[in-house]
């Protein structure tokens, strides 16, 4: 492709001459360093979207941005929300059927020649960026970060300062790197960073969706832009407040029963009641109370869940459960028992409704406010039980890996991941915690066979 004239206007638009222009900026050899590239791109980007105008026209610009919002209403930061956009817009957009060329392919085809060797360079750059899902696995303050591809397992080490905190760890970046002639950099990043789980889900349902590892396909403009409403869906949840969930991975939500029988049948009702293998009645309570549990894992004493409990009444029994499935099976197994207990009324509260109801209740002083001898104390016994739970952990069933174990899930290749990122996410939010209030995880990692990256500065 020709070059251009020294004699040319630079395409830079001064109106000066190219050889008293940017001539100067051509004559670098090595290509643009970690630090002149992100300056570099903000200034091709400017021309990029200039060459868009003045070449496809202002509808063209508005229509693919309509392509890119869909029915998802950007934040308000729109700025940061351009980190993400703009580069799909401009290096990865193929026209609303697929078919039409990218600005940038476009710009080169015309535009190369006017071009220094490091612009040159950096757009070359773009056109082979590594789009993906990047997960933080390690932080090396003042240097940069060590991202590993969830989609196609390979790892970068990415010079990025500004993501060189502690606090990055574990989280997963939907993300464009771009690899220059001695060091890789980040251009292009979606401004909502996904902790380790959510990330997961995305990564699972994309691969649904695209099976096997296809690099060439995520700088396409639909498989990406495929990838990105995925990734906005999981934002949005992200943000908002988690929804609880009990041990069998139901919703948490209050209900109480109340059940009526003659008085006169009392006794037999808490004969009944006695006779049942997972319920108990706690002795010299009054009124008369109980509860339903499931023993620890493989019938372990310790650690039972208590699933629903219950008082006897002088002509009624109130069962309290906290999920809608548990209520609606202990009430008929209630019912089965004997046949003297009829139906009576039913109650529900969300959690948000029994938060509402505690707000107008006599508060509990703030651990904050007890003397510092108290306070740690406090945290001592709270490291304890947390320690204790997690001994547990590892051989209980847990929701989010379809009630499998972690060691049962470790030897399964298609929970493995999953294991991995719910491990993650662990250790994420463990490392938020002040250094004197974590639990070693460690001995975790190591018993599922997995190596914990080493947590800088802790």
Known sequence: MPRISRNDLCSCGSGKKYKKCCLEATKTKDGPTPHSAHDLDRKLSLKLQDFALR????????????????????????????????????????????????????????????????????????????????????????????????????????????????????????????????????????PVPLQPLVADQVRQEYLRRHPGPNPVKLRRGWPLLELTFLWRDAAEAQQKPPELRNTDGDSMVFVRDRLTFPAELRGQIVAALESIEDGEIEPGTEPLTGRFYRAGFQGQEQGKTVLATFRVGPDSLTLETNSQKRADAFRQRLLELHPGLKKDRRTRKTMEEAMREDRGKPSVPRPESYPPEVQQALQAKLLELREEHMRKWLDSPIPALDQQTPRQATKNPAMRERLRA?????????????????????????????????????
């Open 55 to 190: 070449t496809r026209g202002e509808d063209w610009l508005l229509n693919a941005y309509d392509v890119y919002v869909s029915d998802f209403e950007i934040a308000a930061d729109r700025e940061a929300e351009s980190q993400w956009s703009m580069p799909y817009l401009l290096y990865h957009y193929e026209g609303p059927d697929g078919e039409e060329p990218t600005v940038l392919e476009e710009f080169l085809e015309q535009r190369a020649r006017y071009l220094s060797q490091d612009e040159l360079a950096l757009l070359q750059a773009h056109q082979q960026a590594l789009v993906s899902l990047w997960e933080v696995e390690a932080v090396h303050p003042g240097k940069g970060i060590q991202l590993r591809d969830l989609l196609m397992g390979t790892e970068r080490f990415v010079h990025e300062l500004g993501l060189a905190e502690q606090k990055f760890q574990h989280l997963v970046l939907l993300a464009r790197v771009l690899k220059l002639k001695d060091a890789c950099i980040l251009i292009g990043v979606n």
């Open 422 to 458: 719910l491990v993650k996410q662990m250790d994420y939010h463990e490392g938020r915690r002040p250094v004197d209030q974590r639990i070693d995880l460690q001995p975790y990692w190591d018993q599922l066979g997995f190596s914990q990256p080493a947590r800088a500065g802790s």
